[in-house]
């Protein structure tokens, strides 16, 4: 069975903090993507990765930065969280080899910035 | 560039009435089209996609959505809806070029089943 996993369900930083997500998938996908879920928003990407060490900006990257150093992990790094940034991020990953393929994705962290 | 249009972010129904999720999407291009659905504290599972074929599609659960080109729209329908599909809905396209798997959602339709 696809899973991708988030390191946290629940987190709470305070203003000014770095704050590392990571998420795990244990497909072999070659892609991966962060996204953050805000009500009346829906899903907004803000970072994607076809390739270990390649990276691509979304549509809201400002305050954030990412790391794919392993094909399985990929990592969302808010550098000095900020409380705007409070919100549900959600991981995912997909295949390229199927390019039709599904967004298989986690369960969201929930980052609460004070 | 791709956008998605769900006109309805609200949608209240009793149990076992029909429903009807709106979706519209914009391209320049050619595309895939999705229905993801959220269930309370979980993440986004798909639902159903439209790929080629046949316009009309179905999901395990009883839901059926009909790839409309003319009026590029994808919506979503159910003949008779049960509690347990209370549930968030996002509508997403895919550009058919593009290997890099890249979803445009729209904003989401909060269905919920009253009993």
């Known amino acids: 069975d696809v899973k991708v996993t988030q390191s946290s369900r629940y987190l709470v930083k305070r203003t000014g903090e770095k704050v590392f997500l990571e998420c795990v998938q244990d497909m072999d996908h070659e892609n991966m993507f962060w996204y953050r879920q805000d009500p009346g928003l829906g899903l907004r990407l803000i970072y994607f990765s076809y390739d270990v060490k390649m990276k691509e900006k979304g549509d809201i990257p400002e305050g954030y930065s990412v790391s794919r150093e392993k094909k399985e992990r990929f990592s969302l790094i808010l550098e000095s969280a900020s409380t705007n940034q409070t919100s549900m991020y959600l991981c995912?990953?997909?295949?390229?080899?199927?390019?039709?393929?599904?967004?298989?994705f986690g369960p969201g962290t929930r980052l609460t910035v004070l | 560039a791709q956008s998605v249009t769900q006109l309805d972010s609200q949608v209240p129904v009793f149990e076992e009435a029909p429903v009807e999720l709106r979706c519209n999407y914009s391209s320049s291009v050619s595309v895939y089209l999705f229905w993801y659905v959220q269930y309370p504290n979980q993440g986004l599972q798909l639902l159903l996609k439209y790929l080629s074929g046949s316009t009309l599609v179905k999901s395990i659960n009883g839901f059926e959505a009909e790839f409309n080109k003319s009026q590029t729209s994808f919506h979503l329908r159910k003949p008779s809806v049960h509690i347990s599909d209370t549930a968030e809905y996002f509508c997403?396209?895919?550009?058919?070029?593009?290997?890099?798997?890249?979803?445009?959602f729209g904003r989401g339709t909060q269905l919920t089943v009253w009993p």
């Open positions: 997403a396209v895919k550009n058919r070029g593009s290997t890099l798997g890249r979803l445009y």
């Open positions: 995912a990953s997909s295949s390229l080899d199927r390019a039709t393929d599904t967004q298989y």
